[in-house]
């Protein structure tokens, strides 16, 4: 593929980054997934191929290096950070009647919760949450909160539950993306959530949602 040149910052960034994936595949890590499944858990519809060759991609530009069998950012690429929210930020403002998060199927919603976590603020013991998809395609998935971790499972943990939510994947999507936030869920029974008191009470702290739900509501509250 021919340069654009180099005469012009602007030219030398696209090289890098504008090919089709390699924004996204910048976000998983700038969000914290280091292991090549992780990020193509991430990213549905991309090809282990193409992956492989996005990652290479990034290794030989600087942005990204290899440790052992993860991913990291250098320094470079962690720079990358402002530019990938300032993507989301310029969509949320100027292409968000564009915006569909209700399309998003629930594993790959769940995923991106997971990795939205605060594990400082999990409980000392072992947590089960069982996140109950009530449309439009019902189905199950659980978060296992285990020494300061998360565990995304598609079938039963072999745990009993500590906390059950029952929602559609709409309001799944409206909390995580920020239309809709926790508190006014819950109270308008939206989301129906059963467990320990105290468990229940702490969960919406665990979550730090999407970056861009503060973002969200602002452009919201405009329209």
Not at 13 to 31: K, N, Q, S
Not at 55 to 65: C, D, I, T
Not at 113 to 136: G, I, W
Request: charged share 25%.
């Amino acid at each position: 593929m021919p340069e654009y040149g180099r005469f012009c910052p602007v030219s030398l960034t696209t090289e890098v980054l504008a090919d089709r994936w390699t924004p996204l595949i910048v976000r998983e890590l700038v969000l914290g997934n280091t292991r090549f499944n992780d990020i193509a858990r991430g990213l549905p519809g991309i090809s282990r191929s193409l992956l492989t060759a996005r990652l290479r991609h990034l290794e030989k530009r600087g942005v990204v290096e290899r440790w052992a069998s993860e991913y990291h950012l250098t320094p470079a690429g962690r720079d990358l950070e402002k530019i990938i929210d300032a993507f989301g930020r310029w969509a949320v403002e100027w292409l968000f009647d564009e915006l569909y998060p209700h399309e998003v199927h629930p594993h790959t919603l769940m995923w991106w919760m997971h990795r939205r976590t605060d594990p400082s603020r999990f409980p000392a013991e072992r947590v089960v949450l069982e996140f109950v998809f009530t449309a439009p395609d019902p189905m199950t998935v659980w978060l296992v909160l285990e020494h300061g971790e998360v565990s995304v499972c598609h079938q039963h943990p072999g745990f009993d539950t500590d906390v059950l939510l029952r929602a559609t994947t709409a309001t799944y999507s409206d909390i995580f993306n920020g239309p809709l936030t926790w508190a006014d869920a819950v109270r308008s029974g939206a989301i129906e959530v059963a467990g320990s008191p105290r468990l229940v009470r702490a969960l919406p702290g665990w979550f730090l949602w999407s970056p861009w739900a503060e973002a969200t509501r602002e452009r919201m509250a405009r329209s």
